[in-house]
Each structure stands twice: as C-alpha cells, then as structure tokens.
C-alpha cells in the first residue's frame, strides 16, 4: 500500500512563500502523474499543478507566475514552492499521485495524501 505524506504548510502573510513537499512511501513499480490540489471551505477541490513522469507541467490560470511544481524521482518526492500568496490561497492542499504496481499490466492506481493547511493571513 501506497502512502502520500505531505508537509510545509502553516501560517504565512500576504506575499510570503511556502514550500509544500509530498513523499510517497511503500512498494511500487513507479509514478507516474502527480499533483497539487486545494480546497477551500466552502468550495469545491481544485487542481492547482501536475507534473508529469517526464516533468511536462501545468497549472491552474490563479497561480501561474507564482507557484512552481517540481519532483525528485529518485525520492518519489514532489514538491509545490508558493511564492506571493495572497488571502485566496487559503486552503487545504492535497498530494496526488497515479501509482502503477507493475511494468505489465501497466494500471494505475490513484492516491491521495491527508492534506496540510496553509493559511495565508496578516
């Protein structure tokens, strides 16, 4: 069984910055996609940025410029460096991740981590 361990959230001020980090623990065969996601009271869970295997990205049009999603595929490790945050960054960030067990077939899985807050308030 997979885990999804996230930390480096906490309380920030209006443009500080915030390095959230995800690790995946157990066996597995590899990883494939992986992600950042927020959720907000009140509102639904958004995507915020992905990564590819190959480190293709994207992100969400809010943070663009701002936000930088990176992995270390030798420590099955993402990371997510929040730089100018704002008050509407506020929320509970979760680690995604697509998990194959094996070369053949090649099947995903998909995990979720706990979620770690980050607040951004002055």
């Known amino acids: 069984q997979v885990r999804l361990v996230e930390s480096g959230g906490g309380l920030v001020q209006p443009g500080g910055s915030l390095r959230l980090s995800c690790a995946a623990s157990g066996t597995f065969f590899s990883i494939n996609d992986m992600g950042w996601y927020r959720q907000a009271p009140g509102k639904q869970r958004e995507l915020v940025a992905g990564?590819?295997?190959?480190?293709?990205?994207n992100y969400a049009d809010s943070v663009k410029g701002r936000f930088t999603i990176s992995r270390d595929n030798a420590k099955n490790t993402v990371y997510l460096q929040m730089n100018s945050l704002k008050p509407e960054d506020t929320a509970v960030y979760y680690c995604?991740?697509?998990?194959?067990?094996?070369?053949?077939?090649?099947?995903?899985?998909?995990?979720w981590g706990q979620g770690t807050q980050v607040t951004v308030s002055s």
């Open positions: 995604n991740a697509d998990i194959r067990y094996s070369d053949w077939p090649p099947s995903k899985y998909n995990y």
């Open positions: 990564i590819t295997s190959g480190g293709n990205t």
